[in-house]
């Protein structure tokens, strides 16, 4: 019969699931994971500790984080098949385009060996994809430039790993930088889970059916894609690039607040935080680091997000609405020193949050569930006779 459902576009105030993996306090600025604030975990802990403890809700002792570390490692290489896949593409295909179709194709390696309501065989989806993510990404760039795929080096650190497979090459064996190889772990952990985001809430929906765990984080990365989610730390490095210089701040600001006018700050606002990111504070530290042992402090799109940031706080449109910084504000001008390409930077997100993605799959399948279905306010035409 006809229902009287709860309306709520957007999900501004429906809890969708109960949850253990991340807490939120949008006002305060705070961010926990598994009860950790991210400020700590992000000076003392690493990103596959992260995703040990997302994943199992504790922090593993040394001999857990080795096993744990040794386990991913040993997982990275990818089916020599799905070198093929690549072939199809054209070479300037968008990235996060090549990473929907290989994830969505990691369903058809493994779906014998599976049984999602076996806590073991989900643990081994996790990491099969946490370890091939980077490798994958690694890939899409390669291929876009003409170059060889470079296998992973499982004696390296993780996102030293990543590092090499992007700029190594098989006819040098030169080690990626040290400092650039923690702030690439960084933007990892920085980004690792954040609990019902759309693309999380997407996987959970997919994974409600019972479908392919591949399957469903390839509908996570499809929902990452857009400018207004994970899109935004590849959209903010255009609008850098687009003002240019900073004589034409105020000229993006006025644009921002015309509501006319569909522009708007990239790396600005967020649905929950109504104070700092706490991830953008950490990142902005990360930020001055890093351009700091590159020689590139006086980096012009530094200068002028630095700029941007502070004209914006001090604009009552942006002080009413509580608008402030996000994760992804500085994330795109460390990737960009480090020589990452802007159209990667979404990838490097997806690499990222597949942790979350994965640890919030295996919650939902681990506790009693039911098929996700939302209801509607119908307002079509009325019946009537054909
Ligand atoms: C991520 O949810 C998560 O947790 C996501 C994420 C994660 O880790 O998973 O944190 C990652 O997606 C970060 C957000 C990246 N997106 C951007 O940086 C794009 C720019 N930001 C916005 O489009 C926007 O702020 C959202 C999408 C982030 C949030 O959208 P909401 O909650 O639907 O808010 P809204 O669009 O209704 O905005 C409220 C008001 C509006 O003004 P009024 O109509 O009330 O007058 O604030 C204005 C908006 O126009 N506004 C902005 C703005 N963001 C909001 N105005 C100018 N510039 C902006 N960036």
Redesign the pocket.
């Known amino acids: 019969g006809m229902g009287i459902f709860t309306y709520d576009p957007?999900f501004v105030s429906t809890a969708a699931c109960e949850s253990g993996i991340t807490y939120i306090d949008g006002d305060k600025g705070i961010l926990l994971h598994r009860g950790y604030p991210i400020e700590q975990l992000a000076e003392k802990s690493d990103y596959l500790e992260v995703c040990y403890l997302l994943l199992n809700g504790e922090l593993p002792s040394p001999q857990q984080k080795a096993e744990f570390v040794n386990i991913v490692m040993n997982h990275t290489m990818v089916h020599e098949q799905i070198t093929y896949f690549f072939r199809g593409f054209r070479r300037d295909a968008h990235p996060m385009a090549i990473m929907v179709a290989c994830v969505g194709a990691l369903s058809a390696f493994y779906h014998d060996s599976l049984d999602i309501s076996d806590p073991h065989h989900r643990e081994v989806c996790a990491f099969r994809l946490i370890a091939k993510m980077p490798t994958l990404a690694a890939m899409c760039y390669k291929y876009s430039i003409g170059q060889p795929f470079m296998y992973p080096r499982n004696n390296l650190a993780y996102a030293e790993n990543f590092l090499h497979m992007m700029f190594g090459t098989p006819c040098s064996d030169s080690k990626p930088n040290p400092v650039l190889a923690k702030a690439m772990d960084r933007i990892f952990m920085l980004?690792a889970d954040?609990?019902q985001?759309?693309?999380?809430s997407t996987v959970r929906l997919a994974g409600s059916s019972g479908a392919n765990p591949f399957a469903c984080i390839a509908s996570g990365i499809a929902a990452l894609w857009g400018?207004?989610?994970?899109g935004?730390n590849e959209?903010v490095l255009s609008m850098l690039q687009e003002i240019g210089d900073e004589s034409r701040i105020p000229e993006f600001i006025k644009r921002?607040?015309d509501?006319d006018d569909s522009f708007?700050?990239?790396?600005?606002?967020?649905?929950?935080y109504h104070n700092f990111?706490p991830r953008a504070t950490v990142m902005k530290a990360s930020c001055d680091e890093v351009l700091k042992e590159l020689g590139k402090s006086d980096d012009p799109l530094l200068k002028i997000a630095r700029q941007l940031e502070q004209i914006a706080l001090k604009d009552d449109y942006f002080i009413k609405?509580k608008?402030y910084p996000?994760?992804?504000f500085y994330s795109g001008i460390i990737l960009n020193a480090i020589g990452i390409p802007t159209n990667m930077f979404t990838v490097i997100f997806a690499v990222a949050?597949t942790i979350g993605w994965i640890s919030h799959w295996s919650e939902f399948h681990s506790s009693p569930n039911r098929i996700g279905r939302p209801r509607q306010l119908y307002t079509g035409v009325k019946q009537r006779d054909y």
Do not use: I, Q
């Open positions: 957007g980004h954040h609990e985001n759309a693309s999380t400018p207004a989610h994970g935004a959209a921002a607040k509501p708007r700050l990239m790396g600005f606002g967020h649905r929950v990111d609405r608008l996000n994760v992804d949050r």
